[in-house]
């Protein structure tokens, strides 16, 4: 009986032995982390929809990345602003602005990237085409929605240590429901509102550099954490967080810049700073620009002139598209945001001046006046912000007093006509400027500031007949009672 007993234990012994002896099992180790940017930028309306959308918002609450299996993986935006980016849409027509820098996301395969949106705001004009410049406002409003794309650059597969950049584009004519010259409502959940595409540089249609993904335009804020040792400073904006950037021996400074330096830099001012999106998901300082207000408060409004302003009691009316707060006892800071309308009112000013970051100007009525006349619909411009009453809910517009005018870059779309360098023509842009003669549009290669961007093409001279959009400087048109030789000098010029 003990041997029985001993064969079946035996037996027992030898089976699990057996059934533990197979091929050694592995884990597989997790995988590991890539590098993302992301840019962000838009594409207008064809510019024979004869729309004149002034200002278009709307809040960026998350962006996530769906992978082939497993859980969406979110995606951290501009430090600063965890719910509270808020993008500006015309201006992302000619300019592209940061979403996210240098985010590490896991390695891996991803079919879609979802942007979730709140607050969603857009001004017009209501008039129909006209001669007359400037226009009598409408506004339109869409829910909280979530856009999708799932094209272009998906299914993006990223390895470990990899660094990639997204660009998202925002497709407006898709979020609009418009007759005529009215937009009657907004919806980002639309389909092929948003696509994205994967950033490469260098490429035949742009003018950036090996290692460069893309130009970042016009961020304009309040300088801190100045570094002279690494040239190395961060900006504060209003609405779309906070940036580190660094200088480097291909940075331009504005001419009002007397040493053209990084010592222009200086801690507290207002700066305008156009910018290189690297690889590795580092800023670099393409140009630097000062806005030399002579208030000690850097709480500042930028906006789009809606009308002819009044002369006789120094008023004008402009539609928010972006501003800056002051670091303590700012009184904008929460009470302003892009598309609310402003009347302002300008109040013993220092001489107006232009922010030209080196551009080639014409001769203007515009630099050196303290008269409200000089400024006309069309024209951005930024004020220093002496007062201010928000609006109450029964009255569309707030008011501020303004001790300070200067003149900002506009964004605008049409379709080039006529190239000869260093100008070209255009036509079809949007009707409030009133154009019965198509203006000329001024490029700027060479100079001791900045130079024209290009974004889609390396040259004006091959868009002949294509939509472009501008960041430009506007002068007034080439009719107007004192024409200026050029109405547009442009910053940044992109195909569409």
């Not at 035996?10 to 533990?20: D, M, R």
């Not at 909280?144 to 094209?151: G, L, N, R």
């Not at 107006?352 to 619909?377: M, R, Y």
């Given at each position: 009986m003990n041997r029985i007993l001993f064969g079946l234990l035996?037996?027992?012994?030898?089976?699990?032995?057996?059934?533990?002896s197979g091929p050694p099992t592995t884990t597989s180790p997790p995988p590991g982390n890539a590098t993302l940017s992301l840019t962000l930028h838009a594409t207008p309306p064809l510019p024979s929809a004869?729309?004149?959308?002034?200002?278009?918002?709307?809040?960026?609450?998350?962006?996530?990345?769906?992978?082939?299996?497993?859980?969406?993986?979110?995606?951290?935006?501009?430090?600063?602003?965890?719910?509270?980016?808020?993008?500006?849409?015309?201006?992302?027509?000619?300019?592209?602005?940061?979403?996210?820098a240098a985010v590490s996301?896991?390695?891996?395969?991803?079919?879609?990237?979802?942007?979730?949106?709140?607050?969603?705001?857009?001004v017009h004009c209501t008039q129909a085409a006209s001669t007359a410049t400037g226009c009598s406002t409408g506004v339109a409003t869409g829910s909280?929605?979530?856009?999708?794309?799932?094209?272009g650059a998906f299914p993006l597969t990223v390895t470990t240590g990899e660094k990639v950049g997204l660009a998202l584009n925002l497709n407006i004519s898709s979020s609009i429901t418009a007759s005529g010259q009215t937009i009657s409502a907004v919806n980002l959940g639309?389909?092929?509102?948003?696509?994205?595409?994967?950033?490469?540089?260098?490429?035949?249609?742009?003018?950036?550099?090996?290692?460069?993904?893309?130009h970042i335009d016009d961020l304009y804020g309040v300088v801190s954490n100045v570094s002279a040792s690494t040239q190395s400073f961060t900006l504060q904006t209003a609405y779309r967080g906070t940036v580190s950037i660094t200088a480097n021996s291909s940075t331009t400074y504005d001419p009002v810049c007397s040493t053209q330096t990084f010592s222009c830099v200086t801690s507290g001012a207002l700066a305008a700073v156009d910018a290189i999106l690297n690889a590795d998901g580092t800023l670099a300082v393409r140009n630097y620009s000062p806005v030399p207000f002579t208030a000690a408060s850097k709480d500042t409004i930028e906006g789009v002139v809606t009308a002819p302003p009044s002369s006789v009691n120094q008023v004008f009316d402009i539609a928010v598209t972006d501003a800056s707060f002051a670091s303590s006892n700012s009184k904008l800071s929460g009470s302003i945001h892009p598309g609310d309308l402003v009347i302002v009112g300008v109040v013993t000013p220092q001489?107006?001046?232009?922010?030209?970051?080196?551009?080639?100007?014409?001769?203007?009525?515009?630099?050196?006046?303290?008269?409200?006349?000089?400024?006309?619909?069309?024209?951005?411009?930024?004020?220093?912000?002496?007062?201010?009453?928000?609006?109450?809910?029964?009255?569309?517009?707030?008011?501020?007093t303004a001790n300070g005018v200067a003149l900002r870059f506009s964004r605008v779309t049409g379709t080039?006509?006529?190239?000869?360098?260093?100008?070209?023509?255009?036509?079809?842009?949007?009707?409030?400027?009133?154009?019965?003669?198509?203006?000329?549009?001024?490029?700027t290669s060479t100079g001791p500031g900045t130079t024209t961007d290009f974004d889609g093409t390396s040259s004006f001279t091959a868009v002949v007949g294509d939509t472009v959009s501008i960041s430009a400087l506007y002068f007034g048109s080439p009719t107007s009672p004192s024409p200026?030789?050029?109405s547009f000098s442009a910053a940044t010029i992109r195909k569409h």
């Open positions: 035996s037996s027992s012994l030898i089976l699990g032995l057996c059934a533990c004869h729309l004149s959308i002034l200002t278009f918002r709307a809040t960026v609450t998350g962006v996530s990345l769906t992978p082939t299996s497993g859980s969406a993986v979110s995606v951290n935006l501009v430090s600063g602003t965890a719910a509270s980016y808020v993008a500006e849409f015309t201006r992302l027509q000619s300019d592209s602005a940061l979403l996210s996301v896991p390695a891996g395969t991803y079919n879609t990237v979802v942007v979730a949106f709140s607050d969603v705001f857009l909280a929605a979530t856009a999708t794309a799932s094209t639309a389909p092929n509102v948003l696509t994205a595409d994967v950033l490469h540089a260098p490429s035949s249609t742009t003018d950036l550099s090996s290692g460069q993904l893309a001489p107006f001046f232009i922010v030209s970051e080196g551009l080639i100007i014409p001769a203007n009525s515009f630099s050196g006046s303290t008269d409200v006349s000089t400024i006309q619909p069309g024209q951005t411009v930024a004020i220093s912000v002496s007062g201010f009453i928000p609006t109450d809910g029964s009255n569309a517009f707030a008011s501020a080039v006509v006529g190239p000869t360098s260093p100008q070209f023509s255009a036509t079809s842009f949007p009707p409030y400027f009133g154009f019965t003669t198509n203006p000329l549009v001024q490029i200026p030789a050029w």
